[in-house]
């Protein structure tokens, strides 16, 4: 799919853009329609669908970004390195980003999405029921999923990595939420929002 809440965090501009598990390429292709990037290059590890992105991008890389310690660019050569939804699935999710780091400038960011476990859907089934099940069709627990998140823990993962700057950039949530969220003083806001919009810098 093209990742629209990725695309609208993006300035407008001709970046070199990096997306790690970038599918077919949509949402690269997307980027350059607009203007917002003047290269795209992706790492995707189903060789099906790099095979289809090639038609979009500059370049693409068909393997696991667990098993890459260095990247065929120069240090700082890119202003963008997305990673939707991709953190959450690996082992050492710290290492990749160590690696990343390098090849942003100094004026680049990561932008990531990333699961909530605090998201009601989570933890009112373990808090009520003791339930903590992986789920087969995705969604926030889906079964291929190895680290869980929090706000906290999400600038943790960054900051240890590091990048000294850690914005995130919440989706919005409904009137009854925000009702809730104000009551509670922004204790029970993070309850629900089901996945963080992170943006990271050196």
């Known amino acids: 799919n093209i990742r629209e809440d990725i695309i609208n965090l993006i300035t407008d501009r001709p970046n070199k853009i990096l997306e790690i598990g970038c599918g077919k390429g949509y949402t690269l292709k997307k980027l350059k329609e607009l203007g917002k990037a003047g290269e ?16 979009y991008l500059d370049g693409i890389t068909c393997c696991n970004i667990e098993e890459i310690l260095s990247l065929p660019f120069d240090r700082g050569y ?30 680049g960011s990561i932008i990531a999405t990333i699961p909530n476990l605090r998201h009601k859907s989570i933890v009112l089934p373990l808090i009520l029921r003791g339930k903590f099940q992986y789920d087969p069709d995705g969604g926030l627990m889906d079964i291929t999923h190895l680290r869980f998140f929090t706000r906290e823990s999400v600038t943790s993962l960054f900051k240890t990595s590091g990048y000294s700057k850690v914005y995130f950039v919440d989706y919005p949530i409904s009137f009854k939420a ?16 089901p996945k963080f919009r992170v943006i990271a810098a050196k």
């Open 40 to 55: 795209i290059v992706g790492i995707e590890m189903d060789t099906n669908s790099a095979e289809e992105a090639k038609a």
């Open 78 to 107: 890119f202003d963008y390195i997305i990673l939707a939804d991709i953190l959450e699935h690996l082992s050492n999710p710290w290492k990749t980003l160590r690696v990343m780091r390098d090849y942003l400038n100094e004026k």
């Open 178 to 193: 925000r009702v809730v969220a104000v009551s509670s003083l922004g204790f029970l806001r993070d309850f629900f929002i």
